[in-house]
């Protein structure tokens, strides 16, 4: 991180801890573009929420050890289409 750069935030973070809450962190790409990963596992797993006019779409969908649709409703009030490009 670049001094002066705001680290990623924690989707969910409300200061309260290590928790669930804290599981995914989101990264802001571009402005309708967003990287949600899993740095607590050791997979590092990533998904992509792109925003559209209308709708949004969420390129994979984790690992389910935490809410990610919680996560993709605080940046998005678009309705969501899940692309899965694989399953575990």
Known sequence: MVKGEEPPRKAGDRGKGNNMSEWFTVEQIERDTYAIS???HWEE????L??????ALLIDSGLGV???GRVVRELTPLPV???TTHAH
């Open 38 to 40: 899993e740095y607590r």
């Open 81 to 83: 289409l899940l692309a």
């Open 50 to 55: 792109l925003l559209g006019a209308r709708r």
């Open 45 to 48: 797993p990533h998904c992509y």
């Open 66 to 68: 935490a809410d990610i």
